[in-house]
T-cell receptor
């Protein structure tokens, strides 16, 4: 079974500073994908960044980067130069193959990030 | 390119009623997945449809069902509503290939009274 653990229920960061949101995962799949989503109070899940299990380089998307350490089974999200609009819930998710070739996302419980001015 | 759309955005129902939620995926996407989000249980996978066939199902009772049409649009139905069904229901679409990114819609907030 796959499992995602986010140990930080809430995080605070000052505007313009960097912040790291932790994520560890557990899976027996050889091929899998790791995702980070942002969920503002409006409810929509916004895709931020993706890391494939066979990707050797850490993924980056603008101010977002994923610190992928496969041996430690961790996939931490780093947000550089935080902005007030970054305040939201952040979810780490994993997707791997299930029987029958279908896939599903398994989510962590999320981290609520608050950016202070 | 239009994103994933979900209708309605908000719903209020009473116990025992049934409800149908709709999801239109991104153009070209053939996989649609449904998730339930509650404060207590977090985000939980309901089911996934690909090319009009249910490919995977989560651990939800049979009251929760879905279908997908030939244009990839999907509907989710919940019969005999219970108070605990109050949740945000999110739909996500992808091309359906191996380990692809799922893009989510804005969700439908269901309140059962």
């Amino acid at each position: 079974a796959q499992k995602i653990t986010q140990t930080q229920p809430g995080m605070f960061v000052q505007e313009k500073e960097a912040v790291t949101l932790d994520c560890t995962y557990d899976t027996s799949d050889q091929s899998y994908g790791l995702f980070w989503y942002k969920q503002p109070s409006s409810g929509e899940m916004i895709f931020l960044i993706y890391q494939g299990s066979y990707d050797e380089q850490n993924a980056t998307e603008g101010r977002y980067s994923l610190n992928f350490q496969k041996a430690r089974k961790s996939a931490n999200l780093v947000i550089s130069a935080s902005q007030l609009g970054d305040s939201a819930m952040y979810f780490c998710a994993m997707r791997g193959l299930t029987q029958g070739g279908s896939e599903k996302l398994v989510f962590g419980k999320g981290t609520k990030l608050t950016v202070n001015p | 390119k239009a994103g994933v759309t979900q209708t309605p955005r908000y719903l209020i129902k009473t116990r025992g009623q049934q409800v149908t939620l709709s999801c239109s995926p991104i153009s070209g996407h053939r996989s649609v997945s449904w998730y339930q989000q509650t404060p207590g249980q977090g985000l939980q996978f309901l089911f996934e449809y690909f090319s009009e066939t249910q490919r995977n199902k989560g651990n939800f009772p049979g009251r929760f069902s879905g279908r997908q049409f030939s244009n990839s649009r999907s509907e989710m139905n919940v019969s005999t509503l219970e108070l605990g069904d109050s949740a945000l229901y999110l739909c996500a679409s992808s091309f359906g290939g191996q380990v692809e990114t799922q893009y989510f819609g804005p969700g439908t907030r269901l309140l059962v009274l």
